[in-house]
């Protein structure tokens, strides 16, 4: 029977304090979205403990409390601000609104789905909505033009 060379031993230490420390990570509680129904919530980190401060009330869907964040986040840059992304909840998920548009989420750090996007003017739309726009109005498809009688040519 071998015995173990000490820094081999000592690697093996490391390692199972490494994954241990991990583990423990993995257990810490991660931030819940408040789950009052109707409720818009704006997130903040004062001195860095999250904070959710009411932004409107009797919010029938997502996508109202998310307009009323962007509409916040437009308001705040009007006054001087600087603040270009912001972060909000309502009845449990959270809402990141950015330059990219607006997405959802069920935890700060999980997966995002994209719901909104920006128009060319910076409104807030659909992906699919802005798609459809393009192809109703033939930007994207291309066909040939109509003859008119009597016009030049004909």
Request: charged content about 20%; some cysteine; aromatic content about 8%.
């Amino acid at each position: 029977m071998s015995v173990p060379e000490p820094a081999l031993m000592v690697r093996r230490g490391t390692l199972a304090g490494v994954v241990a420390l991990a583990g423990l990570s993995a257990c810490a509680e991660q931030v819940q979205a408040p789950r009052e129904p109707g409720v818009c919530y704006a997130m903040t980190r004062p001195d860095g403990q999250i904070a959710f401060n009411v932004v409107a009330r009797d919010q029938p869907q997502i996508e109202f409390c998310a307009a009323r964040l962007e509409e916040m986040r437009l308001r705040f840059l009007r006054l001087g601000g600087t603040t270009r992304e912001v972060t909000g909840a309502f009845q449990g998920q959270f809402i990141f609104v950015d330059a990219r548009g607006v997405s959802f989420s069920r935890s700060l750090d999980g997966a995002r789905f994209f719901a909104l996007a920006r128009t060319g003017d910076g409104r807030l739309a659909m992906p699919g909505a802005i798609q459809s726009d393009i192809d109703v109005l033939g930007v994207v498809t291309e066909a040939e033009a109509p003859s008119f009688p009597g016009a030049p040519g004909n």
